[in-house]
């Protein structure tokens, strides 16, 4: 049987892991600066936890879990028999795997409100699951790195999580563009179109512009029953580039002109920040998630397309579900997977992010291999990144090791420098080999 990995999976090899670890560390230390705290949650949740949470386009991407034993024993007979396998999902799975990791955080802050304090700023680093179609940096298991705080309605909270992404995004060497939008100016959109009932459609549709283009979100508004007169309304309001056009617009709209004030307000107060990569309002930006009621917010690299690399918002009262009522949050997302992409394709991770060998020791026989293994322990407990061959067999295959290694420095151990308690240094790159005291050799890597 020929192995394999299920589709949108990937295996990642220790330079690749190295790498996600750097982008990952990067990111905590950004976080930690800014006061959250970490978090864990469980791979599987409830699937009623996780349905109704994601639109209509999100309940279809959930991996569902059977249940345990002959999950058949249990099944809806007439669903089985009709074949709906919509119907029948209910009686086989009560669990399915997390799609993000906001609505896991919305339980956890319901399930242990006693024991946090408010507002409560979290961060959390893990792997999500969708069942999207695997393709250029979409897959179906990735990890998401999400920043969240609750309990405060201050917009003071949405300028510092666009402070987070400027400085992560400036700490990993990427340039990005910060796009910003919120969802009461989208509801006066639906408003001013005289389509407020169709708020969810229409934000649906414009959430994929860049997929599908300004027709195909014309087409698909209309599909879902949105007037052609309403949708010249939308299409002149999408070609808004600021905040004083856009509101004379909205002016008619309560929600809308709230919406605007609410985005002035995070300008006003990163207008003493010093942004390092490009912020901008975005008034196309949508985002289609169902559970964001203001500020929204997406990232995308400017030197590679590979999608949108991070997002995010506020929700109101998405606790309420769970049954705690008037509970603000906002929070946004790293797609780690598509940053690591993005920084692979530019090839921008600094040489420290390899976390590689240092020192690679090599003997010639079995007395010089216990000389390198003592030697080994003085350079270890130095802090100093160094491993011994584990046989002292053939040079030349020691050294291809060295060379699969990418190490830069070798040291050998012979007759010779076992009588002057020394070894040969030597420069993989140059080729140089000096004769080297182990302190002297402790003193040039440290």
């Known amino acids: 049987m020929k192995p394999g990995i299920p589709?949108?999976?990937?295996?990642?090899?220790?330079?690749?892991?190295?790498r996600r670890n750097f982008i990952f560390n990067t990111m905590r230390t950004v976080f930690v600066k800014y006061g959250y705290q970490p978090i864990e949650t469980p791979a599987m949740e409830n699937l009623?936890?996780?349905?109704?949470?994601?639109?209509?386009?999100?309940?279809?991407?959930?991996?569902?879990?059977?249940?345990?034993?002959?999950?058949?024993?249990?099944?809806?007979?007439?669903?089985?028999?009709?074949?709906?396998?919509?119907?029948?999902?209910?009686?086989?799975?009560?669990?399915g795997l997390r799609y993000d990791l906001t609505v896991p955080f919305a339980r956890f802050v319901v399930m242990n409100q006693n024991d946090i304090n408010f507002p409560f700023k979290r961060y959390q680093i893990q792997p999500v699951w969708r069942a999207d179609r695997p393709q250029k940096?979409?897959?179906?298991?990735?990890?998401?790195?999400?920043?969240?705080?609750?309990?405060?309605?201050?917009?003071?909270?949405?300028?510092e999580l666009v402070q987070i992404y400027d400085e992560v995004f400036s700490k990993l060497g990427l340039d990005v563009t910060i796009k910003i939008n919120n969802r009461k100016i989208l509801a006066g959109m639906a408003e001013a179109a005289g389509i407020a009932d169709k708020l969810v459609e229409m934000t649906v549709a414009i959430d994929k512009l860049d997929k599908i283009g300004k027709e195909g979100v014309r087409k698909e508004m209309i599909e879902r029953g949105i007037p052609d007169t309403a949708v010249d309304t939308i299409e002149k309001i999408l070609e808004v580039k600021d905040l004083d056009t856009l509101k004379p617009l909205l002016a008619n709209s309560e929600q809308g002109t709230k919406g605007i004030e609410e985005l002035q307000a995070v300008f006003d107060f990163l207008d003493s920040y010093q942004m390092n990569n490009t912020l901008n309002f975005e008034i196309t930006l949508a985002r289609g998630l169902s559970y964001y009621t203001g500020f929204i917010v997406e990232v995308a690299a400017d030197k590679v397309d590979i999608g949108s690399i991070g997002g995010g918002g506020r929700y109101d009262d998405l606790t309420g579900i769970f049954g705690m009522k008037d509970m603000s949050g906002v929070g946004v997302s790293f797609g780690a997977a598509r940053i690591y992409d993005a920084m692979t394709a530019l090839d921008s991770f600094p040489a420290e992010a390899e976390e590689n060998l240092q020192l690679l020791l090599i003997a010639f026989d079995e007395a010089s291999h216990r000389y390198a293994f003592k030697c080994l322990n003085q350079l270890r407990a130095a802090g100093i990144v160094a491993e011994l061959y584990p046989d002292p067999v053939k040079l030349k295959k020691q050294m291809k090791y060295a060379n699969g290694r990418e190490v830069k420095f070798v040291a050998l151990a012979g007759d010779t420098e076992m009588s002057n308690n020394t070894l040969a240094l030597k420069n993989m790159e140059t080729g140089d080999q000096e004769q080297k005291s182990l302190e002297d050799i402790i003193k040039f890597f440290t």
């Open 137 to 159: 940096g979409r897959y179906q298991e990735f990890y998401q790195c999400d920043v969240d705080v609750v309990g405060s309605n201050s917009l003071m909270l949405e300028a």
């Open 48 to 95: 009623s936890t996780l349905t109704g949470k994601y639109g209509e386009e999100g309940d279809k991407l959930l991996f569902k879990v059977l249940n345990n034993g002959d999950f058949l024993s249990k099944a809806d007979e007439q669903a089985l028999e009709a074949k709906d396998s919509q119907k029948l999902v209910s009686s086989i799975s009560k669990r």
């Open 7 to 18: 589709k949108g999976t990937r295996d990642f090899l220790p330079k690749e892991v190295a």
